[in-house]
């Protein structure tokens, strides 16, 4: 239903935005234009405005929706043991760096390993922790505190969902981590193009 829904909204977007922008320009700097048809253009460009933001939150949902099945999917997949079913993630790439003739040996990065399925990292930082953990040594007093936490966790299972549900944008591809840091890292836009900065001037007016 909310796909046939958006389908009939990306119809109407274009329906309403080009007669309305039509219609006050016809208005304002029309000699013969009736009076008020710049204030019903105006109004149809509202109404645009009002479906593309019904649009968007459509768009959300349904983006929603999709990562959700996927995810039950693949947690069903897990269960079964069927590794058709669980493909690798955007960020299983960073594992690369982990791995060695002894993870090969244990099965423990790739097709049907052991990281493939324990992983639901859905940012490069998270995967690259776990595969950490995977890999290198850790003192007893570390080993107790992380069991305690999964068997918290393991009894909430509620919160695990809210907490997937929470990362939707970074597994939708839409942000990262590491992108943001990054930017944040560089030097900025105008430091390297510093002639262009009196144009930052102009922006608010």
Same mark, same amino acid.
């Given at each position: 239903?909310?796909?046939?829904?958006?389908?009939?909204? @990306?119809?109407?977007?274009?329906?309403?935005?080009?007669? $309305?922008?039509?219609?006050?320009?016809?208005?304002?700097?029309?000699?013969?234009?009736?009076? %008020?048809?710049?204030?019903?253009?105006?109004?149809?460009?509202?109404?645009?405005?009002?479906?593309?933001?019904? @649009?968007?939150?459509?768009?959300?949902?349904?983006?929603? +929706?999709?990562?959700?099945?996927?995810?039950?999917? &693949?947690?069903?997949?897990?269960?079964?043991?069927?590794? +058709?079913?669980?493909?690798?993630?955007?960020?299983?790439?960073?594992?690369?760096?982990?791995?060695?003739?002894?993870?090969?040996?244990?099965?423990?990065?790739?097709?049907?390993?052991?990281?493939?399925?324990?992983?639901?990292?859905?940012?490069?930082? $998270?995967? &690259?922790?776990?595969?950490?953990?995977?890999? &290198? %040594?850790?003192?007893?007093?570390?080993?107790?505190?992380?069991?305690?936490?999964?068997?918290?966790?393991?009894?909430?299972?509620?919160?695990?969902?809210?907490?997937?549900?929470?990362?939707?944008?970074?597994?939708?591809? +839409?942000?990262?981590?590491?992108?943001?840091?990054?930017?944040?890292? +560089?030097?900025?836009?105008?430091?390297?193009?510093?002639?262009?900065?009196?144009?930052?001037?102009?922006?608010?007016?």
């Amino acid at each position: 239903l909310r796909q046939k829904r958006f389908a009939s909204l @990306q119809i109407a977007r274009p329906a309403m935005a080009i007669p $309305g922008m039509l219609l006050i320009g016809y208005g304002i700097f029309g000699s013969a234009a009736p009076k %008020g048809a710049w204030i019903l253009g105006l109004l149809l460009v509202t109404i645009f405005l009002a479906i593309a933001t019904w @649009q968007e939150i459509l768009q959300w949902q349904l983006d929603w +929706n999709r990562e959700s099945r996927k995810f039950y999917r &693949r947690l069903v997949a897990r269960c079964l043991r069927h590794w +058709n079913d669980l493909p690798p993630l955007r960020s299983e790439s960073v594992t690369e760096s982990f791995r060695s003739e002894l993870s090969e040996d244990l099965d423990l990065f790739g097709d049907r390993s052991l990281y493939r399925w324990l992983s639901l990292a859905a940012t490069e930082s $998270g995967a &690259r922790q776990l595969a950490s953990w995977m890999t &290198r %040594g850790e003192d007893g007093a570390a080993l107790i505190e992380r069991q305690r936490a999964v068997q918290f966790l393991a009894e909430d299972r509620d919160w695990r969902i809210r907490f997937w549900d929470a990362s939707h944008a970074f597994r939708s591809g +839409n942000s990262q981590l590491e992108s943001i840091r990054k930017w944040s890292d +560089n030097d900025g836009f105008f430091v390297k193009y510093h002639w262009l900065r009196f144009a930052t001037w102009f922006g608010p007016c």
